[in-house]
């Protein structure tokens, strides 16, 4: 069943105010993912995995990316002020 307009928007104002001081991927990507999937009633372990182990194309040694929900979602974060190109690249290879 769709959850109430009103129910998402407070759970993602919320999900805002709990994540905005967030500058460190390794130390809060996890959290900040459950959380996200929270605001939609999804439990992340049912969906996605975490830190999937993936050969780049034509790369000899394996990358990890943040979170794989198969058919549906790839993310793959950085830090703050980190370059997002490197982030695209990673996740379409």
């Given amino acids: ?5 009103n129910t ?3 759970r993602a ?15 809060e ?3 900040f993912l459950n959380d996200f999937f929270a605001i939609f009633d999804i439990k992340r ?11 780049t ?7 990890r990316i943040d979170l794989l929900w198969p ?3 790839l993310v793959e974060m950085k830090s703050a ?8 690249q990673q996740a379409v290879d």
């Fill in 45 to 55: 372990k049912t969906v996605g995995s975490f830190e999937l182990a993936v050969k």
């Fill in 81 to 88: 002020g980190k370059n997002l190109d490197e982030a695209f």
């Fill in 29 to 31: 990507a996890q959290s």
């Fill in 13 to 27: 104002h919320q999900f805002v105010l709990d994540h905005q001081d967030d500058v460190k991927e390794n130390a």
């Fill in 57 to 63: 194309d034509g790369d000899q040694s394996s990358k």
């Fill in 71 to 73: 058919g549906t979602l």
């Fill in 1 to 5: 069943m769709a959850l109430p307009i």
């Fill in 8 to 10: 998402l928007r407070s």
